[in-house]
């Protein structure tokens, strides 16, 4: 049998490699560090987070994208079950020790019979022999290969601007002034670190924020609009002076344990690896130089000697506009032996780049075996967001989407009732989903 080619060994990559090896197909995994690095990656492990160590909430009655974690745990995601194999302590989140994550992922595929990894650039569009391709090469895709893609979908690239937060090293924090704290003592009830600032402790840190020295982009770089999801901090700050504290320095469900007092602002860090030993920024992507970081986020209470593992930083994100492009099993409507899937398709986050993977090989798998294709429902998180990247968004207006209960059809309301509200619209949604993705999922289904 020829196996199909994978081109880009990130989250989405990684996990339409093991959907295809796992449904007995040979894939070739391209991925073209180390012989092409980007801006954003440090090691040349498959997977490896560039940005967040979280997944975001792991509560699947509640939360879409903890809802989308559990169908692909169902679906026998690799991402998943690597991911909950390096959790670390975060509340309701699903956060991992980015280093043990990246090695099980490489682990995983290195040691599959099925697989092959080339370490090597696709610097053009796949030669026409690969009759089965899944593009995966996320938000950095090297210039050749974009390029050729943009020909090929005939009309301009679309791009934003994406951010990275520093990660300080936690004998740096000094904790005579910090405590550890989860909003209104979710999880644990202790697994963030908080900074309180008192009222002259905010508004000096947020005019030195503003004013601090920031990085500069390239001419053609200059209209390229930020994702309003992961918006660089001082870029909140220039919105409004209380932006940030209805944003990533909120301080509701948090008390001083050292005073008893309601700090005015608070900045939380969150374990980054397994040791305890880096915690990250949360919220605190950043545009600001490296000089200009240090200073301004040593204002921070309890950081004034912060020791920085890394420094925050910022990248350019690429999309295609996936309605125009792609049919409803994610190929290339002018190539169709070219999928595409990951950040690359116009999904936000990485559970989603993942699970649009996920797709990708699973209907490369069919494809390849002569089975039929059959899409998720769209009552499920992953119908849904495959629904509203491959047409259900506004071509026209299309930009990058994390998963929320906002794609998924209105759920049917008990007799009596005209609609279902709030949580009780949420869990009838989570249910509905799993009871159909269990449906889909069932040998019987597939035979039918």
Same mark, same amino acid.
Request: with cysteine; net charge negative.
């Given at each position: 049998?020829?196996?199909?080619?994978?081109?880009?060994?990130?989250?989405?990559?990684?996990?339409?490699?093991?959907?295809?090896?796992?449904?007995?197909?040979?894939?070739?995994?391209?991925?073209?560090?180390?012989?092409?690095?980007?801006?954003?990656?440090?090691?040349?492990? @498959?997977?490896?987070?560039? =940005?967040?160590?979280?997944?975001?909430? !792991?509560?699947?009655?509640? +939360?879409?994208?903890?809802?989308?974690?559990?169908? *692909?745990?169902? =679906?026998?995601?690799?991402?998943?079950? =690597?991911?909950?194999?390096?959790?670390?302590?975060?509340?309701?989140?699903?956060?991992?020790?980015?280093?043990?994550?990246?090695?099980?992922?490489?682990?995983?595929?290195?040691?599959?019979?099925?697989?092959?990894?080339?370490?090597?650039?696709?610097?053009?569009?796949?030669?026409?022999?690969?009759?089965?391709?899944?593009?995966?090469?996320?938000?950095?895709?090297? /210039?050749?290969?974009?390029?050729?893609?943009?020909?090929?979908?005939?009309?301009?690239?679309?791009?934003?601007?994406?951010?990275?937060?520093?990660?300080?090293?936690?004998?740096?924090?000094?904790?005579?002034?910090?405590?550890?704290?989860?909003?209104?003592?979710?999880? !644990?009830?202790?697994?963030?670190?908080? =900074?309180?600032?008192?009222?002259?402790?905010?508004?000096?840190?947020?005019?030195?924020?503003?004013?601090?020295?920031?990085?500069?982009?390239?001419?053609?770089?200059?209209?390229?609009?930020?994702?309003?999801?992961?918006?660089?901090?001082?870029?909140?700050?220039?919105?409004?002076?209380?932006?940030?504290?209805?944003?990533?320095?909120?301080?509701?469900?948090?008390? +001083?344990?050292?005073?008893?007092?309601?700090?005015?602002?608070?900045?939380?860090?969150?374990?980054?690896?397994?040791?305890?030993?880096?915690?990250?920024?949360?919220?605190?992507?950043?545009?600001?130089?490296?000089?200009?970081?240090? !200073?301004?986020?040593?204002?921070?209470?309890?950081?004034?000697?912060?020791?920085?593992?890394? @420094?925050?930083?910022?990248? %350019?994100?690429?999309?295609?506009?996936?309605?125009?492009? #792609?049919?409803?099993?994610?190929?290339?409507?002018?190539?169709?032996?070219?999928?595409?899937?990951?950040?690359?398709?116009?999904?936000?986050?990485?559970?989603?780049?993942?699970?649009?993977?996920?797709?990708?090989?699973?209907?490369?798998?069919?494809?390849?075996?002569?089975?039929?294709?059959?899409?998720?429902?769209?009552?499920?998180? @992953?119908?849904?967001?495959?629904?509203?990247?491959?047409?259900?968004?506004?071509?026209?207006?299309?930009?990058? *989407?994390?998963?929320?209960?906002? #794609?998924? /059809?209105?759920?049917?309301?008990?007799?009596?009732?005209?609609?279902?509200?709030?949580?009780?619209?949420?869990?009838?949604?989570?249910? %509905?989903?799993?009871?159909?993705?269990?449906?889909?999922?069932? /040998?019987?289904?597939?035979?039918?």
């Amino acid at each position: 049998m020829e196996p199909v080619h994978v081109i880009g060994g990130g989250l989405a990559g990684s996990e339409a490699t093991w959907q295809l090896a796992s449904a007995g197909i040979p894939v070739v995994l391209h991925e073209m560090r180390p012989v092409r690095k980007t801006d954003a990656h440090h090691t040349e492990g @498959l997977a490896e987070l560039v =940005c967040s160590n979280s997944f975001r909430s !792991d509560d699947a009655e509640y +939360n879409a994208v903890g809802l989308l974690h559990e169908e *692909m745990r169902r =679906c026998g995601s690799l991402i998943l079950r =690597c991911g909950d194999a390096a959790k670390l302590p975060a509340g309701g989140a699903l956060a991992v020790d980015r280093d043990a994550f990246s090695q099980r992922v490489t682990d995983a595929l290195e040691t599959h019979p099925l697989v092959t990894i080339r370490r090597e650039e696709i610097d053009g569009l796949p030669p026409e022999a690969w009759d089965s391709v899944i593009v995966a090469t996320g938000p950095l895709t090297s /210039p050749a290969l974009s390029e050729a893609v943009r020909a090929l979908g005939g009309e301009e690239e679309l791009a934003f601007f994406d951010a990275i937060a520093p990660i300080v090293h936690r004998d740096s924090i000094d904790f005579d002034k910090v405590w550890f704290q989860s909003r209104y003592d979710k999880g !644990d009830g202790k697994d963030y670190i908080n =900074c309180p600032m008192t009222e002259d402790q905010y508004n000096a840190f947020l005019d030195a924020l503003i004013a601090g020295d920031k990085t500069q982009f390239h001419e053609w770089e200059k209209d390229t609009p930020y994702f309003e999801a992961c918006l660089p901090v001082e870029v909140m700050a220039e919105r409004g002076r209380e932006t940030l504290r209805y944003g990533p320095m909120k301080p509701v469900g948090l008390t +001083n344990a050292h005073d008893g007092s309601r700090p005015h602002a608070v900045v939380q860090l969150r374990q980054d690896n397994a040791l305890g030993t880096l915690w990250n920024m949360v919220g605190f992507q950043t545009k600001l130089k490296y000089g200009a970081q240090g !200073d301004v986020f040593r204002m921070i209470p309890g950081l004034e000697k912060a020791e920085f593992a890394r @420094l925050g930083g910022i990248h %350019r994100n690429t999309f295609i506009n996936s309605p125009r492009l #792609l049919d409803g099993v994610l190929r290339m409507k002018s190539m169709p032996r070219l999928r595409f899937a990951g950040q690359v398709t116009g999904v936000e986050g990485y559970v989603e780049s993942a699970a649009v993977g996920l797709l990708a090989g699973r209907f490369a798998a069919a494809e390849r075996s002569g089975a039929t294709i059959r899409k998720p429902p769209a009552t499920t998180a @992953l119908g849904a967001l495959l629904n509203h990247i491959t047409g259900g968004a506004d071509a026209d207006t299309f930009q990058p *989407m994390n998963v929320n209960f906002g #794609l998924f /059809p209105p759920p049917e309301p008990p007799p009596g009732k005209k609609k279902i509200k709030g949580r009780d619209r949420k869990l009838a949604i989570s249910r %509905r989903a799993m009871q159909d993705l269990e449906v889909w999922l069932s /040998p019987q289904h597939a035979a039918a």
